[in-house]
């Protein structure tokens, strides 16, 4: 039982500094509550969607950038996409990158838009490394025979 | 279906091309135990609903008709604004227009706040803006809004000869929410506040 209470800190204090340093925001706590005995997986199954979608959505944008001549509303649809995709799971800082990546998208910026498609980048494997990290502890407490605390 | 009351099951059908938003509001539909059905396009919702994309509906088509739909009973559409190819607006528009899907209650959902967005949908008919990411405090505004085609479903069922008596209640009362709705609007209501308040409907953002 010690081992759980460990685990559990550890998973509390982890999931508060995501929240403190704007990791992620109130949406991955309502992920959270609608995770339950008949869903057990919901948070696991969204968060693995957000991966692979966003694998995707940066080759994409990639690509969409190295045109010879880029089509700038492409190139938004892709981070609207992102924009849309990150909100939903509650990737904060991934979020607030693509919205202003959209500003560059407006102005046709070629630079700001490489610039900044580098930064969500970043920002993406940051936060999923994080996010990984996280569900390991969960699996952790869980195995241990812990419930995962619930943080508002 | 024509379903006696004793099984209130609801059937929503959301539409959104995001399939992580798909995932989410077919959660939350089904957290408050609606049926649901998804699918990631306003042209497949239609489908879905038995109307074909270019269906003209004339005012003089019957009740009785061999249309797919009939078999099909959705009480709500929930749908994504910003879609490829059919836009949420595109799909609000053809439910509205259409005789036979023209009840159904349409609700739109945008991740961006954009009033004149917003006032677009809700004089096109949607009873409902919601801005996303979608909460189960929003899922929980649906339910008078599929009680209220629940309720008018039962007496067409009990009073086959008054089919037109049931419609013209639901004209009067979404008539008089429509001019609700308009007055609000009026009374300017600006972009920033984030809990505006509409006489018949909320405007929710987080």
């Known amino acids: 039982m010690e081992i759980v209470g460990q685990l559990q800190k550890q998973y509390v204090d982890f999931i508060n500094s995501l929240f403190r340093e704007g990791y992620l925001d109130d949406q991955y706590v309502q992920l959270q509550k609608l995770q339950d005995d008949s869903n057990p997986e919901f948070v696991v199954e969204v968060v693995s969607i957000f991966f692979e979608d966003s694998e995707k959505l940066l080759n994409d944008l990639a690509s969409s950038l190295q045109q010879q001549v880029v089509d700038f509303k492409k190139v938004d649809g892709y981070v609207h996409q992102f924009k849309g995709s990150s909100s939903s799971v509650g990737a904060q800082r991934v979020k607030n990158a693509c919205v202003a990546f959209r500003n560059f998208c407006d102005e046709k910026n070629l630079d700001g838009c ?9 920002e993406f494997y940051l936060v999923k490394n994080k996010l990984e990290t996280l569900l390991r502890l969960e699996q952790q407490i869980l195995q241990a025979g812990g419930t995962v605390p619930l943080i508002e | 279906m024509g379903m006696a009351t004793t099984d209130p099951q609801f059937h929503v059908l959301a539409v959104d091309d995001s399939l992580i938003d798909r995932k989410l509001i077919e959660r939350l539909l089904k ?62 528009k053809k439910i509205k227009e259409s005789s036979s899907l023209k009840n159904i209650p349409v609700v739109i959902m945008s991740s961006e706040n954009v009033p004149s967005r917003i006032s677009r949908c809700m004089e096109e008919g949607a009873e409902e803006f919601f801005l996303k990411p979608v909460r189960l405090s929003d899922v929980n505004k649906l339910k ?14 009990q009073e086959n000869q008054e089919n037109k008596q049931s419609q013209e209640i639901q004209l009067q009362t979404s008539q008089s929410n429509n001019n609700n709705k308009r007055k609000a609007m009026d009374e ?19």
């Open chain 2, 188 to 206: 300017g209501i600006s972009p920033d506040r984030t809990r505006p308040r509409y006489s018949g409907f909320t405007l929710v953002s987080n």
């Open chain 1, 114 to 122: 490489s610039r900044f498609l580098n930064l969500v980048k970043q």
């Open chain 2, 31 to 92: 957290t408050s135990s609606y049926q649901v059905t998804t699918v990631d396009s306003g042209s497949k919702a239609l489908e879905f609903l038995g109307l074909n994309e270019n269906d003209r509906n004339t005012p003089n088509e019957t009740s009785v008709s061999p249309k797919i739909h009939q078999e099909v009973d959705v009480n709500l559409v929930i749908t994504d604004y910003c879609m490829p190819g059919m836009t949420g607006y595109d799909l609000l």
């Open chain 2, 144 to 157: 008078p809004h599929l009680m209220r085609t629940k309720c008018c479903k039962n007496i067409q069922n």
